[in-house]
């Protein structure tokens, strides 16, 4: 079992439109969570970052933390076809810094 | 500005050659890593180093090699190249828990 599981999609919805995108993991010791994007031919650049549980948003983007559930989300209100690009939820422990990430899920807006 | 770069961008190699990827990063980060990443599989971590003279092997680290002779640099070597090492490296840097910085990418082609 991977310790990082995400639905590699890939998911297309209309302009405007609200996306979910979500990670489950296995190791209990993770306590940072961030959320990358990544488009096309590019490096990965941090998009979202919370540590341990709970709600952050920053504009349109609101990520989710559920420890005790072990589940992570990210959503995306009023999508906008420069969203469209391939998202990847990341974590670590905190002590090792050692970041372990999901397959990504590949998003397209339609306009 | 501080940044972190990779080169070649792009390198077709033999098999059996050894080839060494660059990366350079100028936030004087003490933690650097590598990853692979392929269809399917997201971003697998390589090899990681915490600081001059320490490194550490990954999830998939096999016919991969690093060391870090100063806080700059974390060239990766790959002993005998093999066509399974075809993929799209990344190299990233970070500070204790904070945001891990990647490059560019390099894409390596392994004929």
């Known amino acids: 079992q991977k310790e990082v599981e995400q639905d590699p999609g890939p998911l297309s919805v209309p302009e405007g439109a609200i996306v979910s995108l979500n990670c489950t993991y296995s190791?209990?010791?993770?306590?940072?969570f961030m959320w990358y994007r990544q488009y096309s031919r590019k490096g990965p650049e941090l998009l979202m970052y919370t540590y341990s549980s709970g709600n952050k948003e920053d504009g349109r983007f609101t990520a989710q933390v559920d420890k005790s559930s072990k589940y992570i989300s990210l959503f995306i209100r009023d999508s906008q076809p420069s969203d469209s690009a391939t998202y990847l939820c990341?974590?670590?422990?905190?002590?090792?810094?050692?970041?372990?990430f999901g397959t990504g899920t590949l998003l397209a807006v339609q306009p | 500005d501080a940044e972190i770069t990779q080169s070649p961008r792009h390198k077709i190699t033999e098999t059996g050659r050894q080839v060494t990827l660059a990366c350079h990063q100028t936030w004087n980060h003490n933690n650097m890593f590598w990853y692979r990443q392929d269809l399917g599989h997201g971003l697998r971590l390589i090899h990681y180093?915490?600081?001059?003279?320490?490194?550490n092997k990954g999830e998939v680290s096999d016919g991969y090699s690093v060391s870090r002779s100063n806080t700059e640099d974390l060239p990766l070597t790959l002993e005998s190249a093999a066509s399974s090492q075809t993929s799209v490296y990344f190299c990233a840097s970070s500070e204790s828990s904070d945001e891990a910085f990647f490059g560019q990418g390099t894409r390596l082609t392994v004929v």
């Open positions: 180093s915490y600081g001059v003279q320490d490194t």
């Open positions: 990341a974590m670590h422990g905190g002590a090792t810094n050692k970041l372990i």
């Open positions: 190791n209990s010791a993770f306590q940072y």
